[in-house]
């Protein structure tokens, strides 16, 4: 069975002077992604970590990305990402929580956050000559890497060892580690690879964080075959463009909100030449017809949509791209779909019983598949309700039809209960998104002396709207003529943006929490 270090090794024995990863000005082959990995792997054992111990990673998106993942895999190490958008007193709670012992940093992230290392047995800056000269606490990364050996560290590293902990924040409370073995990745790789028909020649544009339970099942899944990965530190919609002109990009991940700043461009600028791009994939919301149509007619390539979180590896359905040009040709049924299992999943939806429900029942989600993690990291109650013999609870609301494919009706947390009545936020959400002049939607509860809670719709209009009155009586009309009279939404608000998680999912707690300030102070 591989492990996370191996996809190097293979790699830079099959297709040494191959493109693995490209950044801005800076190409490193196969052989020399893993050669540094090797380094690495020697330097943080020479220092005295030994296998098992956690190592933060804490950086933008850069080139040294993967070879941090393969290199900390080879000396046995567990790979600990961090959001650099956190507070340093987040980053803290991640410190002690998982016990690391060592952190590799980024230079552009040193100032905010050097002072929560300072206990650490070993810090890696990358940059750190140029940004801090000689420092007592922060070793220079590629002065690490120079004057240590090259050879292939000798470690035994088992499939069923960890590789990563990846921290997710959930509704309540501190963040909280999921653990994930190389087995489950490797499972994660070959799933995704079979799902994306990808192939060796590929070439990947990686825009979305490396932090994220995405960037990290990128990293090994997008680099599987020997691929090549362009990097770029943020999206930014002309430089993706202009990368897949360049660069020949093949596949890229996009979420819907990044995939409509990038038409926009394309579709008010002169011709591009974007024929080398096969795939898009997408997540965090569905994409309406509408938008796919756009994106299929302007990109020539094809959509595929994933749902999937960070506790099962990432990914557990796809709407594939045949099924993308049905849902245009007429076949509405899966319009709301996030697709059907993947090869190494089995999906069913619960009821509150843990029985299976009938097709087209809301229930819970649960998965079941190889690639699950294995737990929470120091929370053996929480991992004992989530991670379950007979499979994955995710916490997820939604539904199979007839054809299994998945629906998603929203978070068992997210659910509005009004006047007894459970209302799903995603099919409200759903109805208004069809409306020509809505961006984006969010659907959240809020409280209410009658009904417990209500549903409010909170909007950002197309850009060219001014008539917001105009748009609240349409959407109005909209959701009396397509909604029960109990999940009508109370009334519209409208943003020019939305709060968005590191994976770029809307922040539903945070617009709640928004509209229930302004309601106390008004």
């Not at 809670?453 to 909209?478: C, G």
Request: with cysteine; net charge negative.
């Amino acid at each position: 069975m591989l492990r996370v270090g191996d996809i190097s090794t293979n790699n830079a024995r099959r297709y040494p002077h191959k493109r693995a990863l490209v950044d801005a000005g800076r190409v490193h082959t196969w052989s020399q992604v893993d050669e540094r990995a090797r380094r690495l792997a020697n330097f943080v054992r020479s220092r005295g970590l030994m296998p098992g111990d956690r190592v933060m990673v804490i950086a933008r998106n850069c080139i040294e990305w993967p070879e941090i993942a393969f290199g900390l895999a080879k000396a046995g190490l567990i790979t600990v990402p961090v959001n650099i958008r956190l507070a340093p007193d987040e980053v803290a709670h991640i410190r002690d929580d998982s016990g690391a012992r060592a952190a590799i940093i980024h230079a552009d992230h040193m100032a905010k956050f050097l002072g929560e290392l300072t206990d650490m047995s070993l810090v890696l800056g990358i940059g750190a000559r140029r940004e801090l000269g000689d420092n007592a606490l922060v070793t220079d990364y590629e002065t690490a890497l120079a004057g240590v050996w090259s050879s292939a560290p000798d470690v035994g590293v088992s499939p069923d060892d960890l590789a990563f902990i990846l921290y997710t924040s959930g509704t309540t409370g501190r963040a909280k580690g999921v653990m994930h073995t190389h087995r489950g990745l490797m499972y994660q790789a070959a799933d995704t690879n079979l799902v994306t028909e990808a192939n060796r020649s590929d070439v990947m544009l990686a825009t979305t964080p490396f932090f994220t339970a995405g960037g990290m099942v990128r990293t090994v899944s997008w680099l599987y075959l020997g691929q090549t990965m362009v990097i770029h530190q943020k999206f930014d919609p002309e430089a993706v463009i202009d990368e897949i002109e360049r660069s020949g990009i093949t596949f890229t991940t996009f979420i819907p909100t990044m995939l409509q700043r990038t038409l926009a461009i394309l579709e008010d600028g002169p011709p591009r030449d974007m024929s080398s791009l096969r795939r898009i994939s997408y997540g965090s919301a569905p994409v309406p017809p509408g938008l796919a149509r756009r994106a299929m007619d302007l990109l020539g390539c094809d959509l595929q949509q994933r749902y999937g979180l960070t506790e099962c590896g990432g990914q557990a359905t796809i709407l594939t791209p045949q099924d993308h040009r049905d849902i245009l040709a007429g076949r509405t049924s899966i319009a709301t779909s996030c697709g059907q299992e993947t090869p190494m999943c089995h999906i069913r939806v619960i009821d509150e019983h843990g029985e299976n429900v009938p097709a087209g029942t809301v229930g819970e989600i649960v998965i079941s598949s190889p690639a699950n993690a294995v737990g929470y990291w120091n929370r053996p109650e929480q991992t004992a309700e989530t991670f379950r013999p007979d499979g994955l609870r995710t916490g997820d609301l939604g539904y199979l039809d007839e054809d299994n494919y998945l629906h998603i009706t929203g978070r068992k947390t997210d659910m509005i209960i009004s006047g007894g009545f459970n209302v799903y936020p995603a099919e409200i959400e759903r109805v208004i998104a069809h409306h020509r002049d809505v961006d984006l939607v969010a659907v959240v509860g809020v409280p209410d002396p009658e009904w417990g809670e209500t549903p409010v719709a909170v909007v950002i209009p197309k850009s060219h709207v001014t008539d917001r009155e105009t748009l609240t009586a349409e959407l109005t009309a909209l959701c009396r003529s397509e909604l029960a009279g109990y999940k009508q939404p109370r009334r519209f608000e409208y943003r020019e943006e939305f709060p968005l998680g590191p994976a770029g999912k809307i922040l539903k707690r945070e617009i709640a929490e928004d509209l229930r300030r302004l309601a106390s102070q008004a």
